[in-house]
């Protein structure tokens, strides 16, 4: 999901099952009240940027452009990662809602799934443009396979290992780690005088849960049945959760501390040098915000067992993103349609995609030069070959919160002192898949 994080699901399966018999909003104003003017939309945004403010100076003139040639006025309010797939739940039960908003694109199917969202059929397509726009990998994480999608893509993300060059020359490594015994023996050469290897969002289900599902998928193994049952419990899904916590349970390259982080304290520490790496999405605008040059980092895919990532046990990283969905009882459909045939449009693209450090998801506004180069080419390259998309299964919400807060705990135990074992994180993984809706 997003240029600072794709982030916070909260507490929501209560939320999800009693949505999904739920109508979708409407036309409403950020408040709550009613908004039936055909020339006025109203536009949930999720927090792309360092902070709210930043994302309301980049988009707010874009929509005056989209109001000058449309004459359709946006009122914008841009929602943190913590508040939206809440948010968004209340609206869907309510019918009180936005009429287009930003989704995380994990979250497609889940949302999908309460009939609250526009499908994306071919005559909805063809009104912006066409479905064929969009690169591949992107329309992966619309909404369940065999269904229209439940919105389009705006913005593309993948997971990028980011290092700082100073430190890594200080301790004698001369390239990034390509393999995980590779990032574990540097990063225990960088952990030390109070520096650490590597950061990481210990205390945030939707971070964790991403890196979990990396991890399974390079041990062969998924969350999911093909059938699409939870499946947490396999050898594989086991091994790759442990693996994970044991970076800082065993290998002691990320500091206790970090289990309690879940706010983008990782990014902080990394651009003050209190870490030498960082798994993250995008992460180049936010690392400038906060002071730190890209010259004064690298970045590279993110490791594999093997060394080479690609296809299949070589993943590594989700297809992160955003996507723009329009609620299916807007009082102004045509507009919000002109609104996402405008987000969508080459300019649009480029200018956002530029602006929030992400990777545009329409292939003529993707292939344009300016995003070929640096981190771009990195994390094109991961879209491109060595990237998944989360499970487009309508329980996918509920696994996010369930199997990410079974690695919080895992890793509040590791920063305690208390074993991280094969046992323990079977039994917390079988206590997440408990959780999970019965069908």
């Not at 408040?31 to 994302?55: C, F, M, R």
């Amino acid at each position: 999901m997003r240029r600072i994080r794709a982030a916070a699901a909260g507490a929501v399966a209560v939320s999800l099952l009693t949505a999904v018999t739920a109508c979708g909003g409407g036309s409403s104003t950020s408040d709550g009240g009613s908004n039936d003017s055909p020339k006025t939309l109203t536009y949930w945004a999720s927090n792309q940027g360092a902070d709210i403010e930043v994302d309301k100076k980049v988009l707010r003139p874009e929509l005056d452009k989209f109001e000058r040639q449309t004459g359709i006025k946006v009122e914008l309010e841009v929602i943190p990662w913590s508040d939206l797939l809440n948010r968004i739940l209340t609206a869907t039960t309510s019918g009180q809602g936005p009429d287009v908003l930003n989704i995380g694109n994990t979250w497609s199917a889940s949302l999908q799934a309460t009939g609250a969202l526009l499908p994306w059929d071919a005559k909805n397509f063809t009104a912006i443009g066409g479905k064929d726009r969009f690169v591949d990998s992107a329309l992966g994480s619309t909404g369940a396979h065999g269904q229209d999608p439940a919105a389009v893509p705006l913005y593309s993300m993948s997971y990028a290992l980011y290092y700082n060059k100073k430190m890594f020359a200080d301790a004698g490594i001369t390239k990034p780690p390509a393999t995980w015994d590779e990032l574990v023996a540097d990063g225990r050469k960088l952990s030390k005088d109070g520096k650490w290897g590597l950061g990481a969002e210990g205390s945030n289900p939707s971070e964790n849960v991403h890196h979990a599902f990396v991890f399974a998928k390079q041990h062969g193994a998924d969350f999911f049945t093909a059938d699409g049952k939870p499946d947490f419990t396999g050898d594989g899904a086991v091994a790759a959760v442990k693996q994970y916590v044991d970076l800082m349970a065993k290998d002691k390259i990320i500091a206790p501390g970090n289990a309690e982080y879940a706010q983008n304290q990782s990014v902080s520490d990394f651009a003050k040098g209190r870490t030498a790496m960082l798994l993250w999405q995008s992460a180049s605008a936010n690392l400038e915000s906060q002071g730190m040059s890209d010259a004064d980092y690298g970045i590279a895919p993110v490791p594999v067992q093997s060394g080479a990532p690609g296809t299949g046990e070589q993943v590594n990283s989700i297809v992160a993103g955003i996507n723009l969905a329009v609620f299916k009882n807007t009082d102004n459909l045509d507009g919000a349609k002109k609104f996402v045939k405008f987000m969508t449009s080459d300019e649009e693209q480029k200018v956002l995609n530029t602006a929030f450090s992400t990777i545009p998801p329409v292939k003529t506004a993707q292939a344009d030069a300016s995003f070929s180069a640096g981190a771009d080419a990195v994390l094109k390259g991961t879209l491109a070959k060595s990237a998944v998309a989360m499970p487009q299964v309508a329980d996918e919400s509920q696994f996010e919160t369930a199997v990410g807060t079974a690695v919080k705990e895992l890793f509040a135990d590791a920063a305690a002192g208390r074993p991280v074992t094969t046992d323990s994180v079977k039994a917390a993984l079988e206590k997440a898949q408990q959780q999970m809706p019965t069908k």
